[in-house]
């Protein structure tokens, strides 16, 4: 098992930044790819972000490229999601995932191929 528990959400103007943290414990860490995920109310839950094992692939949901970036850290069993020039469009519950699948040397946007989930975190963007 791996648990994830992020923290960093909050209420921020349009055009702030935002840090999210996902702190993981149980498996090796270095072994999974990680991911974000977001779901905002009413809608289904949507990719943001994914990297992989090692940190030096990543993947980006196309409205959040040049304004995201996820970050891994191995030592510290961390992962990250920086968030800048945030808009209202963004708010939303965010979620951090691990990969169902050890080892693996791909990354995923499907959330089904994530076996892991924390609790997510509030990010509420105000026009």
């Known amino acids: 098992q791996v648990q994830l528990v992020e923290s960093g959400g909050g209420l921020v103007q349009a055009g702030g930044s935002l840090r999210l943290s996902c702190a993981a414990s149980g498996r090796t860490f270095s072994n999974y790819a990680m991911g974000w995920f977001r779901q905002a109310p009413g809608k289904e839950r949507e990719f943001v972000a994914a990297?992989?094992?090692?940190?030096?692939?990543?993947y980006y949901l196309d409205s959040v490229k040049g304004r995201f970036t996820i970050s891994r850290d191995n030592a510290k069993n961390t992962v990250n999601l920086q968030m800048s020039s945030l808009k209202p469009e963004d708010t939303a519950v965010y979620y951090c995932?691990?990969?169902?699948?050890?080892?693996?040397?791909?990354?995923?946007?499907?959330?089904?191929?994530?076996?892991?989930w924390g609790q997510g975190t509030q990010v509420t963007v105000s026009s």
């Open positions: 995932a691990a990969d169902l699948y050890s080892g693996r040397y791909y990354i995923t946007v499907d959330s089904k191929e994530y076996g892991y």
């Open positions: 990297i992989s094992r090692s940190g030096g692939n990543t």
